[in-house]
């Protein structure tokens, strides 16, 4: 089992009751358990007693019923995501990563999201929105709102700074002066109009689309909206790589496609007035000197 692991007074607290982990084998299969006194969860390596795992620092290792090893960690959020039920397609962590930092969500930004789905794109938000952010879901199917809750409160507990809004989003956004809407949902051209009067001037529409033919309509809806400037589309290709003694080389399988972005900025004065130019990848900053 190796030597124990001292846990020092400014290290995270022990695995506790109620918290998820992740359980790790040494081919890198994952199992993700909620920690439960008296509960047992089976891994490909065979069962492990919550009991066991429960005051154990992050990162220890236990032994199985099989007497073999397993990593037992908190997840990072993406392990969640990926392990966590779901009802819905999900925004793969390899595009949520992107949509953070394309979109420029930021701590305490004020954000709508259309629609809530899994919660999967919703917790990635919550957690760079933080405790002064505000976060409104728009979700039209009650039973995919009750597994999303789910999900989130599994994770995060249920945060203040959330609101789900069972209501369809095509109706119109109610919210104002926001600073970021995200769109996953089979219509965004439709969201245009209603995310131009909720946006503040500066804001940023960013929208996900599996299909090219969704983000052809939403960018000739940005454009005929004058509403908005430095309209890109782009998409996120991973590639992991096998790196073992002499075997380095990309992994046999990748995922081929998941979807489009669709970002665009919010401007005072329309886009004719001004004659902005979309924004092309590689073209899109002047950096001075
Ligand atoms: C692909 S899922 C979203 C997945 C989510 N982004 C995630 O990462 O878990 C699309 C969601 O949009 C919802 N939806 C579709 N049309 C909608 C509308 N008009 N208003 C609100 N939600 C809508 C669907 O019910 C579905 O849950």
């Not at 970021?180 to 804001?203: K, Q």
Request: glycine share 8%.
């Amino acid at each position: 089992m190796g030597a124990p692991v001292t846990v020092s007074p400014g290290s995270p607290p022990l695995l506790s009751e109620g918290e998820p982990v992740l359980l790790l084998d040494r081919q890198g299969r994952r199992t993700l358990a909620t920690l439960r006194a008296g509960r047992t969860v089976h891994t490909h390596r065979g069962a492990v007693r919550h009991d066991d795992l429960i005051g154990q620092p992050d990162g220890a290792v236990v032994r199985t019923s099989r007497g073999d090893r397993v990593i037992v960690t908190r997840p990072r959020l993406m392990d969640y995501v990926l392990e966590m039920p779901r009802t819905t397609s999900l925004v793969y962590p390899k595009d949520a990563a992107f949509v953070l930092l394309w979109a420029d969500v930021f701590p305490g930004a004020r954000v709508v999201e259309a629609g809530l789905g899994s919660g999967a794109l919703t917790l990635a938000l919550l957690r760079v929105l933080g405790p002064h952010g505000s976060l409104v879901c728009y979700e039209i199917r009650p039973d995919f709102i009750a597994r999303a809750q789910a999900n989130l409160e599994r994770f995060f507990g249920y945060p203040p700074t959330l609101l789900i809004r069972e209501r369809d989003v095509y109706q119109g956004i109610l919210e104002r002066d926001l600073d970021r809407v995200i769109l996953d949902l089979p219509e965004p051209w439709r969201v245009v109009p209603s995310a131009a009067t909720a946006l503040r001037s500066g804001g940023i529409l960013c929208a996900y689309t599996p299909s090219i033919v969704q983000v052809q309509q939403t960018v000739e809806a940005l454009r005929q909206s004058g509403a908005f400037a430095a309209i890109e589309t782009l998409e996120v290709l991973y590639r992991p790589w096998v790196v073992r003694g002499d075997v380095v080389r990309p992994e046999q399988q990748m995922i081929g496609h998941t979807g489009f972005l669709t970002l665009a900025r919010r401007i005072a004065t329309p886009a004719d007035a001004l004659e902005v130019p979309d924004l092309a990848p590689g073209e899109d900053v002047d950096v001075p000197g």
